[in-house]
């Protein structure tokens, strides 16, 4: 397969302010990539900015934006096109699990999960598409093994990884003759905060090696976003023993 240096190209990250969006920001800078770091958390993400900055010597910009408000994400890719003249990467990670079974579910957690999840990736799609497609860039989703197999768990978090590769791929059909990749990662349990707002996060409960490591859907995006002319539509990474436990 024909890759490409990645090196003075841009890219946009969502959810950039932990686990999987942090991981994926540090890899493609150590690649020569200029990133642009978008989530709710604007202290995060100017610590994280200033290490990859100091790491990488790349260029960055922090733009703290609600996936869920459709102008602040216009104004996200806007932003970052003005700054660096361009878009060549976008990796739609921002997404969030509440609550669990649907008898117990609040309407809260249902719609925030909606919003965000939903919403969110396509808000950011939207947006971004038109600059990829003057890039003939590579958008990237973060979906879930939870989208391609049911989750007794949570339901209403499975629909919508369900949804994102549906999306994604329906995208990708729509899009490939205009010249813009499309791969979506489908992680098992990543230990990341994810979880945490719930009780515990995968973080604390698994310990180091167990399950997925950030840094691993980080290598997958650095793979994804290099991909040149024919493409991975779909990558899952499991942890070896995930179909014992399914």
Not at 121 to 141: C, D, Q, V, W, Y
């Given at each position: 397969?024909?890759?490409?240096?990645?090196?003075?190209r841009?890219?946009l990250?969502?959810?950039?302010?932990?686990?999987?969006?942090?991981?994926s920001?540090?890899?493609?800078?150590?690649?020569?990539?200029?990133?642009?770091?978008?989530?709710?958390?604007?202290?995060?993400?100017?610590?994280?900015?200033?290490e990859?900055?100091?790491?990488y010597g790349?260029e960055?910009?922090?733009?703290?934006?609600?996936?869920?408000?459709e102008?602040?994400?216009?104004?996200?890719?806007?932003?970052?096109?003005?700054?660096?003249?361009?878009?060549d990467?976008?990796?739609n990670?921002a997404?969030l699990?509440?609550?669990?079974?649907?008898?117990?579910?609040s309407?809260?957690?249902?719609?925030?999960?909606?919003?965000?999840?939903?919403?969110?990736?396509?808000?950011?799609?939207?947006?971004a598409?038109?600059?990829?497609k003057?890039s003939e860039?590579?958008?990237?989703?973060?979906?879930?093994?939870?989208?391609?197999?049911?989750?007794?768990?949570?339901?209403?978090?499975?629909?919508?990884k369900?949804?994102?590769?549906?999306?994604?791929?329906?995208?990708?059909?729509?899009?490939?003759d205009?010249?813009?990749?499309?791969?979506?990662?489908?992680?098992?349990?990543?230990?990341?905060?994810?979880g945490?707002?719930?009780?515990?996060?995968?973080?604390?409960?698994?310990e180091?090696?167990?399950v997925?490591?950030?840094?691993?859907?980080?290598?997958?995006?650095?793979?994804?976003?290099?991909?040149r002319?024919?493409?991975?539509?779909?990558?899952d990474?499991?942890?070896?023993d995930?179909?014992?436990?399914?």
């Amino acid at each position: 397969m024909e890759t490409l240096s990645l090196d003075g190209r841009t890219a946009l990250i969502t959810g950039a302010s932990s686990g999987i969006g942090t991981a994926s920001a540090r890899a493609l800078a150590r690649e020569g990539v200029d990133v642009a770091l978008a989530a709710r958390r604007e202290d995060e993400l100017a610590e994280l900015a200033d290490e990859i900055e100091s790491d990488y010597g790349v260029e960055t910009l922090t733009v703290p934006t609600d996936v869920r408000e459709e102008e602040a994400v216009d104004a996200m890719v806007e932003e970052c096109v003005e700054r660096f003249d361009g878009l060549d990467v976008v990796l739609n990670n921002a997404g969030l699990g509440r609550g669990g079974a649907v008898e117990s579910l609040s309407t809260e957690d249902y719609r925030l999960m909606q919003e965000t999840n939903v919403d969110g990736m396509f808000f950011t799609t939207r947006a971004a598409l038109p600059h990829l497609k003057e890039s003939e860039g590579n958008l990237i989703f973060i979906g879930s093994f939870a989208g391609q197999y049911p989750r007794p768990s949570n339901p209403v978090y499975a629909a919508t990884k369900w949804w994102t590769r549906g999306f994604a791929h329906s995208v990708e059909a729509s899009v490939g003759d205009e010249g813009v990749a499309i791969t979506v990662i489908n992680p098992t349990e990543v230990r990341t905060e994810f979880g945490a707002d719930t009780g515990e996060s995968f973080a604390e409960r698994f310990e180091q090696g167990e399950v997925t490591e950030p840094e691993e859907i980080a290598e997958a995006v650095v793979f994804a976003a290099g991909q040149r002319n024919s493409t991975v539509s779909e990558l899952d990474l499991y942890r070896r023993d995930k179909f014992s436990h399914f």
